[in-house]
T-cell receptor, first 117, second 113 residues
């Protein structure tokens, strides 16, 4: 079946503009995660959704970042007033929830490479 | 809070030699441990995981890792590497409910002929 898809694959924007990144998880995966991978860094956890609910938003770097998930499926990560330090690869992953028999394995999308000029 | 340390950012090794990639974590609670691999121009995929039971876990492509609670380590090993193992390897820890994951900064394994 289809894996996790993300769009766009690349996004170049100017400082101060807003961007919206999309993640389409594997069908049936109720858990969804967003990460940021900066050059030479590991994956920085941003936010986790269980269904449409995000119980902990403390990983979002600033109030310019927001995320939502609708219908228990597609999720969007929005960055307002982008800054150059927002340049990174944004990764999305999905998995089965623990309550649905999940064992923690995350399936990652190919990422969106964001460049802020 | 939890954190993961991968001290080696790069590990060069010759083909057919053994390799160990180190991972240490800090946590005040029980954790679950994972190793992910990212091949060049590909997405991350799971290599292996420790949830409970035997502390020695085997994964894909001949890799294995040992959970050592007293040393808070989860080192990844392979007795004989191949050129195709060239990739970046990430160690990660998670809480019980898988609602948060902490990843290390990654180790780039470069296998030379």
């Amino acid at each position: 079946g289809a894996g996790v898809s993300q769009s766009p694959s690349n996004k170049v924007t100017e400082k101060g503009k807003d961007v919206e990144l999309r993640c389409d998880p594997i069908s049936g995966h109720t858990a969804l995660y967003w990460y940021r991978q900066s050059l030479g860094q590991g994956l920085e956890f941003l936010i986790y959704f269980q269904g449409n609910s995000a119980p902990d938003k403390s990983g979002l770097p600033s109030d310019r970042f927001s995320a939502e998930r609708t219908g228990g499926s597609v999720s969007t990560l929005t960055i307002q007033r982008t800054q150059q330090e927002d340049s990174a690869v944004y990764l999305c992953a999905s998995s089965l929830a623990r309550t649905s028999g999940g064992s923690g394995e995350q399936f990652f999308g190919p990422g969106t490479r964001l460049t802020v000029l | 809070a939890q954190s993961v340390t991968q001290l080696d950012s790069q590990v060069p090794v010759f083909e057919e030699a053994p390799v160990e990639l180190r991972c240490n974590y800090s946590s005040s609670v029980s954790v679950y441990l994972f190793w992910y691999v990212q091949y060049p121009n590909q997405g991350l995929q799971l290599l292996l995981k420790y949830l409970s039971g035997s502390t020695l876990v085997k994964g894909i492509n001949g890799f294995e890792a040992e959970f050592n609670k007293s040393q808070t380590s989860f080192h990844l090993r392979k007795p004989s590497v191949h050129i195709s193992d060239t990739a970046e390897y990430f160690c990660a820890v998670s809480s019980y409910n898988f609602n948060k994951f902490y990843f290390g900064s990654g180790t780039k394994l470069n296998v030379k002929p």
